[in-house]
């Protein structure tokens, strides 16, 4: 993982917050209130600079600065995981109301 520069989209201005690239290039975590996100990135002009492109989601509570080794850790983990672990260890134990399309024909 690498240390970025990440521009957060508030809606009418961007925000920028220390970052880390995740290995596919295409998804950054950053620390907001304590609240470890992720979120999907594009590419800017500046090679450590990339500007968020899609919504964001809350993967997990976090106090300090070095978040590096529980973005790593977390990684690990649902590379481990099939798709149905992570739904039925992860989402359905949550007790939200989410919807997905996953049965649908892509």
Do not use: W
């Amino acid at each position: 993982m690498k240390k970025i520069v990440m521009l957060i989209d508030l809606g009418n201005e961007y925000d920028a917050n220390e970052g880390l690239l995740m290995d596919d290039g295409k998804h950054g975590v950053f620390n907001e209130s304590n609240k470890l996100c992720m979120v999907r990135v594009s590419k800017t002009e500046d090679p450590d600079v990339y500007r968020q492109n899609g919504g964001s989601m809350i993967i997990g509570d976090f106090e300090g600065t070095d978040f590096a080794p529980a973005v790593a850790g977390f990684v690990a983990r649902m590379k481990r995981k099939s798709a149905l672990e992570f739904l039925t260890d992860t989402v359905i134990p949550a007790d939200e109301d989410i919807t997905f399309n996953l049965v649908g024909h892509r």
